[in-house]
């Protein structure tokens, strides 16, 4: 039988890396996000400095100034990131992007191994 409430929207293009680390915890203390202090409008939009939001990871995270440098040299979108913890392992990703934006730069997959690295040292 045929579902009768078939969704409009399709397929959709949206791609999302995920970097796991596994660690147990209070799931409470690992949670953790980027806030963005930006400057300009639209696509001319420029990070000038990060904050971290969260529980104690977002306080080691605020603390490492080298992070929060190579974070302020990505693009919007690439330095909004989010570290959420699940069952037994904590996720660090960053935002949805469309197949033509899809992929991990060098200097990003060295921002989440440095954010991996607090994490697994926390």
Do not use: C
């Not at 915890?25 to 939001?53: C, E, M, Q, Y």
């Not at 603390?63 to 979108?77: A, G, R």
């Not at 037994?88 to 954010?115: A, V």
Request: charged letters at 25%; aromatic letters at 12%.
């Amino acid at each position: 039988m045929q579902d009768q409430n078939l969704s409009t929207w399709g397929a959709q293009d949206r791609f999302q890396a995920h970097f796991i680390v596994r660690k147990t915890g209070n799931p409470v203390d690992f949670l953790a996000r980027t806030i963005l202090d930006v400057k300009g409008h639209f696509a001319s939009k420029k990070v000038i400095g990060v904050i971290w939001n969260g529980g104690k990871l977002a306080y080691t995270l605020n603390q490492d100034s080298e992070l929060n440098e190579l974070i302020s040299k990505q693009t919007v979108n690439d330095a909004t990131i989010f570290v959420e913890p699940t069952e037994n392992e904590i996720r660090i990703r960053g935002k949805w992007k469309n197949h033509f934006d899809f992929g991990i730069t060098k200097e990003m997959f060295e921002i989440y191994n440095k954010i991996a690295g607090h994490i697994k040292a926390f």
